[in-house]
């Protein structure tokens, strides 16, 4: 196998478009374990991890959030940038795998996976991100939604690499919360995640509901639930009966050898009532 080892983001795009088949590597917690197991056998990678300098940062800037793509889970645990609403990010690491797995994997590379197990692609749908990808042709932006298609397969042109998630900075009256609900308490693969964003100002003004199990193999957004709680004021769990309804509707039930679809199903409804409780300051 050849290594290809940038140490800039030119470097990189410049090898990544003459090496199209060249399988991009970051912290690897994603990537090394299908190479051992011969799920995936590439003959040649681009190990991106010596970008960390340039593609690891979190920023405030014009309204706007932008957390670099090399950025790690435990940066993100560790970030100062990542206070108010947005320390619910910090929620998701703390649940997130092992210290050693957090210390190398990167954001961008959770979204990449596209998988049903990665949280960070549940929470960022509900704050509505987008993704920033580069090449030496130049640079788009696209929404999260429209970045990730299904299971192991993003919206990337083979000579692109992702180099930021951007986000609003919810100073807006929003407030988020995440659950995430596994068989253990550390090195978590959950049955289900949840994260709802809101902006509530006595009323649901705002709603955006994203869990993995809905529709698709990968997470998705909850539309019917975000229609079902706009204009509601929250004051126990009779006032969400119609949106839980609509969740219900909206979900798929898959059963696998972790568990069954219905009590997913029964977990996504119990976790979506306790964050908007949660967040509207209804216990
Ligand atoms: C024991 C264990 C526990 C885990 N626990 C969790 C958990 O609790 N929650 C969770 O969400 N995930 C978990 N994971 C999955 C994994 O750690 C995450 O998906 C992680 O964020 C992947 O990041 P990485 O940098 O290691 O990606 P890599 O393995 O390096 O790459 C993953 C995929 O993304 C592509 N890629 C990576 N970076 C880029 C980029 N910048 N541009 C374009 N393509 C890119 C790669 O080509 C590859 O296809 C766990 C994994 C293990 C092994």
Redesign the pocket.
């Known amino acids: 196998m050849e290594v290809l080892m940038p140490n800039t983001l030119d470097e990189a795009l410049r090898a990544l478009v003459k090496n199209q088949d060249a399988?991009?590597?970051?912290?690897?917690?994603?990537?090394?374990?299908r190479i051992r197991d011969l799920e995936v056998r590439p003959e040649r990678l681009l190990d991106?991890s010596g970008l960390s300098g340039e593609?690891s940062y979190i920023r405030k800037e014009g309204g706007k959030v932008r957390i670099g793509?090399?950025t790690t889970?435990a940066e993100i645990y560790e970030s100062r940038e990542l206070d108010g609403p947005l320390e619910v990010f910090k929620d998701v690491a703390a649940?997130?795998?092992?210290p050693q797995?957090r210390n190398?994997?990167?954001?961008?590379?959770?979204i990449?996976?596209s998988?049903s197990?990665?949280?960070?692609i549940t929470l960022l749908l509900a704050l509505d991100a987008s993704v920033v990808l580069k090449s030496v042709y130049g640079e788009r932006t696209l929404r999260l939604e429209d970045f990730i298609v299904d299971k192991r397969t993003v919206n990337?042109k083979p000579y692109?690499?992702?180099?930021e998630v951007q986000f609003n900075d919810m100073t807006d009256g929003w407030r988020a919360g995440f659950e995430?609900i596994g068989r253990r308490n550390t090195?978590?693969?959950?049955l289900v995640n949840v994260a709802v964003a809101l902006r509530y100002n006595g009323r649901v003004e705002e709603a955006r509901v994203a869990l993995n199990r809905v529709n698709r193999k990968v997470p998705g957004r909850a539309r019917a639930a975000e229609k079902a709680l706009l204009g509601k004021e929250i004051r126990g769990d009779s006032d969400l009966e119609e949106a839980v309804e609509a969740l219900r509707g909206e979900l798929s039930l898959t059963s696998d050898f972790r568990a069954s679809g219905e009590y997913r199903v029964a977990l996504a409804e119990v976790y979506f009532k306790r964050i908007v409780k949660r967040l509207v300051g209804v216990a």
Do not use: H, Q
């Not at 692109?160 to 180099?163: G, R, W």
């Not at 090195?187 to 959950?190: A, E, F, R, T, V």
């Open positions: 399988v991009i590597v970051a912290g690897g917690t994603d990537l090394w374990p991106i593609l793509s090399m889970i649940k997130f795998g092992s797995i190398a994997a990167t954001i961008g590379g959770n990449c996976a998988l197990s990665e949280d960070y990337r692109e690499i992702v180099t995430k090195l978590i693969i959950n």
